[in-house]
């Protein structure tokens, strides 16, 4: 998942063995403590905000109202966008409980708070110094099977992983232009140019080059897409550039503040459910565009929708989209900057938390019910996993096995072809930007 610079809410962050003791804690009070949380907040489910005000009226409990230096420390497996929405939520509380934060030469206390975990909770450790004799630590745990989704038994899906490029700059995204059995022309889209290559003896040979054209610097934390049009002519969408024409004469790019599209063209129109799914109901509602506009200096998308989806023109600002077809309606999810996955059908947007990252792409197979949702979630090693999940109803179940990428996901599109998905890696043993391609097989 991508590191975000503006609103740093992707997951990210490597399991790292935690020290719960602080100095001077004897250890029988702290696991006799331990143990009573445990028992009274077993029944919480994943929602952050209820462990968030109950650590932070533990420490205003201690360290009263008044200045105090803060430090969160995420030694958890819990990712950047998880984290950072813990972190912000923690803020929000002790603030609600008269506590201000300054510098540590200015502070009347310090408080370190640790988010860590054990087998099956998250543990959220705070410790608060109000002199160098004197420390105190609190906590509270949340379950981690909050909110987890349910898992087919079979797992009727496989996805297989095939590495396609590799480079040392960033990659935006790539596009497969031909293949024959496997790909024999790409484009791959960076932040200054696109570059053409085509695959000779089984090797990629570089065939053209076109630069980006751009009047303001990009965002420290970009993204781009390239997109076949109703034409089948690639056009490349950046921060407020869009480039048309791409790999033609007539390439040019311009300024321009319009909408990026969310779906293929191959997938507007029909939205057939196969007959593997069980459905009986025939055909599901055609899909129709959505486009949505990008914030030209951030790393999201503003949430102005068009056309609107139902009665909703404006959704949460959000990373990226996923759809599945059902009988009357399109369900749109969104991975939203508040770090809540928002399901909209067109009358009403529900938000859940899912243990899902900032990107996902929708896929349309001949498998189980015929539309996948390929989320991005955090491993415990600090990289990157996808898995397919699809929808019966609202609450998502997964379908296959979890797909291990060797970094952190920095963007996922659906293929033009609408039944595979493009994954941009950064390395996190090369430092190499790596673009994969996730295919679905049907294992049953």
Known sequence: ????????????????????????????????????????????????????????????????????????????????????????????????????????????????ITLSENVSSYVWVAQIRQSAAESTVVMVSVPRSGRTSSVH??????????????????????????????????????????SFYRSQGGKWQAEQV????????WPLDMRGRLLLNKDRILDAYLPAVICRGVGTPTFNCRE??????????????????????GSSSGPSAAVSQVAAFFAPTRNFFTGVLTPAIGKFSNVPKFYSSAFVPRDRYTLWLFTATDGRVHMLDGMSDQASKLDWGSDMATVRTACGAGWQVLPVSSAPDGSDMVRAYEFPDRDPVAVSPAVDMPGAVSALWTESKGDSAMAIV???????????????????
């Open 1 to 112: 998942m991508r590191t975000a610079v503006y609103n740093s809410i992707i997951p990210e962050n490597s399991l790292k063995p935690v020290n719960r003791f602080a100095p001077g804690l004897p250890a029988f009070h702290f696991g006799v403590f331990f143990v009573i949380l445990m028992a009274t907040l077993t029944a919480w489910g994943a929602d952050w905000s209820v462990a968030e005000q109950q650590l932070a009226r533990k420490i205003a409990s201690v360290a009263g109202p008044g200045t105090v230096a803060l430090t969160v420390e995420n030694h958890s497996s819990l990712g950047r966008r998880d984290s950072d929405v813990v972190q912000n939520g923690l803020r929000a509380a002790l603030e609600q409980s008269g506590i201000h934060f300054v510098k540590p030469e200015q502070a009347v206390a310090s408080v370190t």
């Open 153 to 194: 038994d079979s797992m009727p899906i496989t996805l297989h992983k095939m590495l396609l490029w590799s480079q040392n700059d960033p990659i935006l995204d790539v596009l497969i232009l031909e293949e024959n059995g496997s790909p024999t022309r790409i484009a791959v889209l960076s932040a200054e140019n696109v």
């Open 210 to 217: 076109q630069a980006i054209a751009h009047t303001k610097p």
């Open 256 to 277: 321009s503040d319009d909408p990026w599209p969310m779906i293929p063209v191959s997938l507007i129109g029909s939205a057939t459910v196969f007959p593997s799914a």
């Open 426 to 444: 950064n390395n996190r043993e090369t430092g190499s930007y790596e673009a994969y391609r996730l295919a679905v097989a049907c294992s049953q």
